[in-house]
């Protein structure tokens, strides 16, 4: 980020030595008085006119700007000032500092002096069908879409992105200076025109040219620059140019960073040169674990030149290290099963799909696409696919086969409530809003009690609605529930029982008729207390919060627990999603399936993501593909 003007000053730092380098000089004991006055009233003199040299030189570049004869990049200039023995350099700049944070790619455009700046502005749609659940793709988007659409429209207004327009045809050295020289004050002038190439999808003709201009004038090419003109060429798959830059960089360098081996194996892997890429891997391996995207491009490289055994040997491999693979990698092993029909290939996609479901991976809609066809592709099974979507019963409509419940199975459940007790409720994050002694009193109470059916986050559910009063709010909800006959917890606050134009003394009294009561300090965290009601009180018993407890979720140890946690909560959880006092009182559904990849032999169930619909990580995709075996 650019610094702020900044006018000439001097601390106690820079002033001592000068005053003692003052004090230092010879001079005459009956004029030491008169000379040290004008040697300071010099010094002053001196500070007034840097202060006014910067304010009339802004004054002078705003009247400049005015007049369309401002650049646009700031220019930094440098002012010496001599003092005695001391220089001192102070720098201002020409433009308005630019928070990086704030920028928007292509908001703005300058195309160089004379031709003016044109602006653009996109807003974002987020409109999409009403969810549901809480959990359904889309349902967090719009909650929040109206006010992030608002937030985002702000942004773009309010920042700004100068770019440059690269030429459509190639330029000479002494053209690429003379547009160089329009944009003076633009530093990495080559990188950033690249990168604009890049994004223009430029001829590579116009980026060679660009580079034999920097080599005319330095008589070399920057990493930098070499890295950016080889994104182009991969970006554009021009084979023999990858090749050139390849061939460039090992010579010249032992090893390269991690963009530059990525690029390479990226490029390289599409090409006849293929297994230079797998040999590239190997040298990355010394130094660090590859990335998802490089084991991706060396899987891609032997499935398109038919390696069966060694692309299946580099995806075990990747998952060995806890890689997850992107969905690009996934979809180019069905699209070779599509047209490579080998037993090996056959059992690796089957493991693929078991990958899916163990590791709740929800595939897009060109990875659906691609499964679908590789069934339909397999000879003499006569496998059919149809896009669908579920019923709350959880009965598919084009097979009507029954999906997997999402309750959890006893052994599961059991694993699922030692871990809560464990990370959550007796890990340290717990006892920094609660105590030992107040967990312990808790834990005894409900072991005392009969097991609940509904556990209720009292606090929560009271704020629902922040117009209407908190204590009638959770009297209403308590009451609708009641009419079910169930056993409730409700879990408060101490400050709760004390009478406020809030909390009703009558309200509380009538709640404490309808269901238990458990009132924490006005500083604990009631999340943990929760969870452990619930899970104590067996796999019948729900809970009512509009918390998506996240942050519990994260404490868990490991991922298999946290599928579970994520499985249990979309099954146990009951939102109140609507509340209008005296009218309306309204639970979202829970489901009664799980959404995962799932089979029974001859059917096959996979939700897959939308493409219009942004899911958020704690929500589950709405839409199914069904395949059957006819």
Request: hydrophobic content about 35%.
């Amino acid at each position: 980020m650019l610094s702020q003007p900044t006018f000439l000053s001097f601390d106690k730092s820079f002033s001592t030595p000068l005053l003692h380098k003052l004090h230092s000089w010879a001079v005459p004991s009956g004029i030491y008085p008169f000379s040290i006055g004008v040697i300071f009233i010099l010094f002053y003199f001196i500070c007034i006119m840097v202060f006014f040299h910067q304010t009339s030189s802004l004054g002078l570049l705003k009247s400049l700007k005015n007049s369309h004869m401002f650049y646009p990049m700031p220019k930094l200039q440098q002012m010496p000032s001599v003092l005695g023995c001391f220089i001192f350099t102070t720098s201002y700049q020409c433009a308005k500092p630019v928070d990086p944070k704030r920028i928007h790619p292509g908001n703005t455009t300058f195309k160089g002096q004379g031709e003016g700046i044109r602006e653009t502005r996109v807003g974002k749609d987020y409109s999409s069908p009403r969810p549901f659940n809480l959990f359904a793709a889309g349902a967090s988007k719009r909650r929040s879409g109206p006010r992030e659409a608002i937030e985002d429209s702000e942004r773009s207004i309010l920042s700004r992105r100068i770019t440059l327009h690269p030429p459509e045809k190639p330029l000479s050295a002494g053209e690429w200076e003379e547009l160089k020289g329009q944009f003076e004050g633009l530093r990495k002038f080559e990188v950033l025109m690249l990168e604009q190439m890049i994004v223009c999808n430029s001829p590579i003709d116009v980026a060679k040219s660009l580079l034999a201009a920097v080599a005319n004038r330095e008589g070399d090419i920057q990493y930098n620059i070499l890295l950016k003109y080889l994104c182009l060429c991969v970006s554009q798959g021009s084979t023999e140019e990858i090749y050139d830059v390849h061939d460039i960089l090992k010579a010249r360098f032992k090893t390269l960073e991690t963009s530059g081996y990525g690029l390479l194996i990226r490029g390289l892997s599409g090409t006849p040169r293929w297994r230079e890429a797998l040999s590239l891997l190997e040298e990355l391996k010394k130094v660090m674990t590859p990335s998802k995207s490089n084991y991706g491009d060396c899987i891609r490289g032997a499935l398109l030149n038919r390696e069966i055994n060694l692309a299946c040997k580099l995806f075990h491999e990747m998952l060995a290290k806890d890689l997850v693979p992107n969905l690009d990698t996934l979809q180019i092993f069905f699209d070779t099963g599509k047209s490579v029909k080998d037993d090996i290939l056959k059992i690796e996609l089957m493991h693929i799909l078991s990958y899916l479901k163990d590791n709740q991976v929800y595939p897009g809609e060109a990875l659906m696409q691609s499964i679908k066809q590789w069934f339909e592709s397999i000879p003499g099974e006569n496998w059919k696919g149809s896009l669908t979507t579920i019923k709350h019963s959880g009965q598919c409509p084009s097979c009507n086969q029954s999906l997997e419940s999402i309750n959890l199975s006893p052994e599961e459940y059991s694993t699922l409530k030692e871990r809560i007790i464990k990370d959550v409720i007796q890990g340290t994050d717990t006892f920094r809003k609660t105590t030992p002694q107040e967990l312990e009193e808790f834990q005894t109470f409900v072991n005392q009690c009969p097991p609940f059916d509904i556990v209720i986050d009292g606090l929560n559910v009271s704020r629902v609605n922040n117009k209407a009063n908190p204590s009638q709010t959770l009297l209403n909800v308590v009451s609708y529930l009641a009419q079910q006959n169930p056993r409730m917890l409700i879990l408060g606050r101490k400050h709760m029982l004390k009478h406020s134009s809030q909390w009703h003394r009558n309200n509380m009294a009538a709640l404490q008729k309808k269901a238990y009561f458990f009132f924490t300090e006005n500083v604990s965290e009631d999340d943990p207390f929760l969870l452990y009601a619930t899970l104590h009180s067996g796999s019948h018993c729900r809970f009512v919060t509009r918390d998506l407890l996240r942050d519990h979720k994260a404490c868990l140890s490991d991922s298999l627990t946290r599928r579970l946690f994520f499985k249990w909560q979309r099954g146990h959880q009951m939102v109140l999603s609507d509340y209008i006092p005296g009218k309306r009182i309204k639970f979202e559904s829970v489901l009664n399936y799980d959404t995962i990849v799932q089979t029974t032999g001859n059917t096959w169930h996979i939700p897959y993501d939308d493409n219009v619909l942004e899911r958020s990580s704690y929500e589950v995709p709405t839409k199914w593909l069904c395949l059957q075996q006819k």
